[in-house]
């Protein structure tokens, strides 16, 4: 059974950091593509950044540079490390992981097919972050 669970998360003020952990079990990291994402109420959800199988890395414009996403295939755990923090990122924060490599190719977290769309099949509990300024 897939499961992932976050950690991690906390409350900073902005220009801090903070380093959010996904632990993975039921499957192996490295054979899975696998992202972060991030949902404020009313809001829709926003992918933060993806890592590929052969460990490629992609991220969105607005973390770009101040975000870093790793796993780790050994301890079968996904990393995002936050930096220079900013109120904006204020968010609930969620992985997610699945074996479609195409997924990985941006942050969107999904793909279109001939039918509906195909989003990330498994996802974590979330862990909050809450910038102050």
């Known amino acids: 059974q897939v499961q992932l669970v976050e950690s991690g998360g906390g409350s900073v003020q902005a220009g801090g950091s903070l380093t959010l952990s996904c632990a993975a079990s039921g499957f192996r990291v490295r054979t899975y593509c696998m992202g972060w994402f991030r949902q404020t109420p009313g809001k829709e959800r926003e992918g933060v950044a993806s890592?590929?199988?052969?460990?490629?890395?992609r991220y969105a414009d607005s973390v770009k540079g101040r975000f870093t996403i790793s796993k780790d295939n050994d301890r079968n755990t996904l990393a995002l490390h936050l930096n220079n923090l900013k109120p904006d990122d204020t968010a609930m924060y969620y992985c997610?992981?699945?074996?479609?490599?195409?997924?990985?190719?941006?942050?969107?977290?999904?793909?279109?097919?001939?039918?509906?769309?195909?989003?990330?099949?498994?996802w974590g509990q979330g862990t909050q972050v809450t910038v102050s300024s």
């Open positions: 997610a992981a699945d074996p479609t490599f195409s997924l990985c190719l941006s942050t969107q977290g999904w793909i279109e097919t001939s039918g509906p769309v195909y989003e990330y099949n498994y």
């Open positions: 890592i590929d199988i052969d460990g490629s890395t």
